[in-house]
T-cell receptor, first 114, second 116 residues
Framework: AQSVTQLDSQVPVFEEAPVELRCNYS??????LFWYVQYPNQGLQLLLK??????LVKGINGFEAEFNKSQTSFHLRKPSVHISDTAEYFC????????????FGAGTRLFVKA | GAVVSQHPSWVICKSGTSVKIECRSL??????MFWYRQFPKQSLMLMAT?????????EQGVEKDKFLINHASLTLSTLTVTSAHPEDSSFYIC????????????FGPGTRLTVL
């Protein structure tokens, strides 16, 4: 079975500070990895994805993530956050077992303080 | 490109009535559309997967007769919540893949359903 664990439910951080949102996954099959951002009462916006190739993935809004197969992790980072980055962030894995499915982590609330 | 719309964005209905939510891919054809449910401050839970022209595949624990899904074309899927009750109140989000490229999902803005 596949699972996604986001280790922090909330991450408060000051503006212009760096941030890391942690994500670990478990899977018996090959997966694709994603990070999404959700603003209040909105759908999900893709930040970045890892399909194959380079383990360091760069996304929109200055975010990047590194796929670590041995540690089954896909942590999201940003070197300097802005107030506008305050949102809910979801790590997700997609896999194909007779049909395509995506499962999401519980989410991490990033709160950027002035 | 790759825009997914949902209609309505929010709906309030009385208990016992049925509500239909539309999900449209505006500028691409979606082989598969997915329906998710999200409770306040929680993650998204996959309810069902629908493929154009075939019956939807429901996740375990999701009532097929309560949540009717129709994928009439490559650009439209509908979710009908039948005989809605207050516990069905939730945020419903659809997503669509782009021509079978299942590693690329595009999400709609969501529909907030409140059942009184």
């Amino acid at each position: 079975a596949q699972s996604v664990t986001q280790l922090d439910s909330q991450v408060p951080v000051f503006e212009e500070a760096p941030v890391e949102l942690r994500c670990n996954y478990s899977s018996s099959v090959s997966v694709y990895l994603f990070w999404y951002v959700q603003y209040p009462n909105q759908g999900l916006q893709l930040l970045l994805k890892y399909l194959s190739g380079s383990t360091l993935v760069k996304g929109i809004n200055g975010f990047e993530a590194e796929f670590n197969k041995s540690q089954t992790s896909f942590h999201l980072r940003k070197p300097s956050v802005h107030i506008s980055d305050t949102a809910e962030y979801f790590c997700a894995v997609s896999y194909h077992t007779g049909g395509f499915k995506t499962i999401f982590g519980a989410g991490t609330r990033l709160f950027v303080k002035a | 490109g790759a825009v997914v719309s949902q209609h309505p964005s929010w709906v309030i209905c009385k208990s016992g009535t049925s509500v239909k939510i539309e999900c449209r891919s505006l500028d691409f054809q979606a082989t598969t559309m997915f329906w998710y449910r999200q409770f306040p401050k929680q993650s998204l839970m996959l309810m069902a997967t629908s493929n154009e022209g075939s019956k939807a595949t429901y996740e375990q624990g999701v009532e097929k007769d309560k949540f009717l899904i129709n994928h009439a074309s490559l650009t439209l899927s509908t979710l009908t919540v039948t005989s809605a009750h207050p516990e069905d109140s939730s945020f419903y989000i659809c997503s669509a893949d782009n021509r079978g490229r299942y590693y690329e999902q595009f999400f709609g803005p969501g529909t907030r359903l409140t059942v009184l």
